[in-house]
């Protein structure tokens, strides 16, 4: 058993926080197996995003686009999910995405916003001109660096 | 059946072969011990005992230490016995998790958390009154009529009251082992699991 705890530890990223919570990594190490490794953008509440998404209907595929703001980030590890909202023909639509969800084929940033908050819902209350979101200016060189 | 002992982990998801996401327990299933095999001759039933878990000598009594030794196995905090085991083990052998099979269906023996002394709407899902008004005062959640008035002129037996809820042992069936991860000992069921994390519980398969 220790034997076993040492070796959980050597391949955690967080050696001194699996020391006290063991547990939590066994399901970090469960949760690598189980969903495969996958690339996505960094994005926050405020952000402007396009999710790319498959639906079968029948027993067709195609892919389907979603563009709105992130409302929020919500959970960590592999039950990650962010929710997005957008206007549709006058009415709010709100769609909770799993971050890691196989289904999402790709996940593009379009506009970074300058928001004080890490779960923006004030936005559901507000429309129109109010409802926008400041661009943030991104540097040229911090894109570089990107 | 065989089975094995194992550890609530957590709770987690993952996304199936259609890109469903499932809910998901972790599992910290064996090593265990073969501690005793009982038989209709010896004991007069078929039996295998395992042992799951370290503890220290301190902690174990000389009866246990004892028993223990019998096999030459580090002291164990849990001792589970299961009836009809069909894989063949002798005393002193090692279960692992190995030995459960991916896609099958299991059965998971647990004990669920304690919630204390609840009323009758947590403990037995009753209505209470239906509202705070014509007249309702101080009784919400109250149990209601105990039964019929002169005859029988007593309360019924059986009659579900307020009480202790929780910490019972609690059976789920037919849970479907997702995954099996022999390096790290660990058990992938789909759903939920009885019990706290860390409390452990019986896996019969």
Do not use: W
């Not at chain 2, 069909?86 to 005393?91: A, Q």
């Amino acid at each position: 058993m220790v034997v076993q705890i040492f070796s959980l530890l050597l391949h955690s990223q967080n050696f001194s926080q699996s020391l006290i919570h063991y547990s939590m990594d066994l399901i970090k190490i469960a949760e690598q197996n189980l969903i495969p490794v996958k690339e996505t953008p960094d994005f926050k509440a405020g952000d402007t995003v396009t999710v790319f998404y498959k639906i079968i209907e029948g027993n067709k595929e195609r892919e389907q686009q979603y563009q709105g703001v992130v409302l929020q980030r919500k959970g960590s590890g592999a039950t990650q999910t962010f929710t997005v909202r957008k206007i549709s023909n006058g009415v709010g639509v709100e769609r909770i995405f799993p971050l890691y969800s196989p289904k999402i084929t790709k996940i593009e940033v379009n506009k970074r916003g300058v928001v004080r908050r890490a779960r923006i819902f004030y936005l559901r209350n507000i429309s129109g001109k109010a409802a926008r979101i400041e661009e943030k200016i991104v540097k040229t060189s911090d894109k570089k660096a990107k | 059946m065989s089975g094995i002992i194992g550890k609530k982990i957590g709770m987690t998801s993952m996304f199936n072969a259609e890109g469903k996401n499932i809910a998901c327990t972790v599992i910290e299933a064996g090593p265990c011990v073969v501690t005793q095999v009982k038989s209709v001759e010896t004991d007069g039933y078929d039996a295998v005992q395992l042992a799951f878990d370290d503890k220290k000598e301190k902690h174990t009594t000389k009866a246990m230490q004892g028993h223990f030794a019998k096999v030459n196995s580090p002291f164990k905090r849990k001792v589970v016995e299961f009836r009809n085991f069909t894989t063949e083990v002798k005393p002193g052998d090692v279960v692992k998790v190995d030995i459960c099979p991916e896609g099958e269906f299991c059965d998971v023996v647990g004990t669920s958390k304690g919630k204390g002394f609840q009323g009758v709407v947590k403990r037995h899902n009753f209505a209470g009154v239906g509202g705070a008004t014509h007249g309702q005062h101080n009784r919400m959640r109250a149990t209601g009529s105990m039964g019929a008035s002169s005859f029988p002129s007593r309360v019924l037996p059986g009659k579900r009251m307020t009480g202790h809820m929780g910490n019972d042992q609690v059976k789920i069936v037919n849970l479907q082992i997702l995954k099996v991860m022999p390096e790290q000992n660990l058990l992938i069921l789909k759903g939920a699991v009885p019990g706290a994390k860390g409390s452990y519980i019986k896996v019969e398969f």
